[in-house]
Structures are given as structure tokens and as C-alpha cells.
Nanobody, 124 residues
Framework: QVQPVESGGGLVQAGGSLRLSCAAS????????MGWFRQAPGKEREFVAA????????DYADSVKGRFTISRDNAKNTVYLQMNNLRPEDTAVYLC?????????????????WGQGTQVTVSS
């Protein structure tokens, strides 16, 4: 089974940038749609972005559209989330998720495999 492993989180000032990575452990991400979610303390886990298995289709939450970019390199079995113009409200644990499917999805139950998450903290 696919095991996503996230990296790249950290502390950044408002307006700064970070790039998160999600690598596959166990088997290839080929054929899997990938998603990024985030969860802040005391809040529900929320959808951030998703990308199709080919990389040809993407979807973003309105709160990050125009600031975040999801991409993937299937040769490296890695998915990325480039985050620009970060805001304090982006502070959360960011999680990578996967499901073997050709259709994009936003709901948590549409993903089967989850990473442990990486912390992103944006200071004002």
C-alpha cells in the first residue's frame, strides 16, 4: 500500500513562502490522485488542493487559490505544495493523502492513505 510522507514544514513570517513535499513510501503514486489537507488546533480537517494522477487537473480551496500551487513528479514519486504569500491563518498541520482514482475529490473520505503531517506556522 501507498504511504505518504510529508516534509518541508516550518516557521515563516507572513508574506513568506514554503514548499511542502509528499514522497511515496512503499509503492508508486502512479495512478493515484493526491490531495493536501490541513488541520489547525480545534478545527476540522479541511481540503487545500488536489491533483490528478497525470497532473493535468488540479483543484484548490478558495482560501488558497492564487497563492498555493500543487504539482507532482511521478518519476520521483513526489507531490509538492508551493505556498506563497502565507498568512497567519494558514498555520496548521498539513497532511498529504492518496487514493487510486482518476477523479479529483475534496472530501476526506475520498482518500484512503494519509501521511502523519508536517507543521506550518506563519507568524504575523
Amino acid at each position: 500500500q501507498v504511504q505518504p510522507v510529508e516534509s518541508g514544514g516550518g516557521l515563516v513570517q507572513a508574506g513568506g513562502s514554503l514548499r511542502l513535499s509528499c514522497a511515496a513510501s512503499g509503492r508508486s503514486f502512479s495512478g493515484y490522485r493526491m490531495g493536501w489537507f490541513r488541520q489547525a488546533p480545534g478545527k476540522e480537517r479541511e481540503f487545500v488542493a488536489a491533483i490528478s494522477w497525470s497532473g493535468g487537473s488540479t483543484d484548490y480551496a478558495d482560501s488558497v487559490k492564487g497563492r498555493f500551487t500543487i504539482s507532482r513528479d511521478n518519476a520521483k514519486n513526489t507531490v509538492y505544495l508551493q505556498m506563497n504569500n502565507l498568512r497567519p491563518e494558514d498555520t496548521a498541520v498539513y497532511l498529504c493523502a492518496a487514493r487510486k482514482s482518476t477523479i479529483l475529490a475534496r472530501a476526506r473520505y475520498d482518500y484512503d492513505y494519509w501521511g502523519q503531517g508536517t507543521q506550518v506556522t506563519v507568524s504575523s
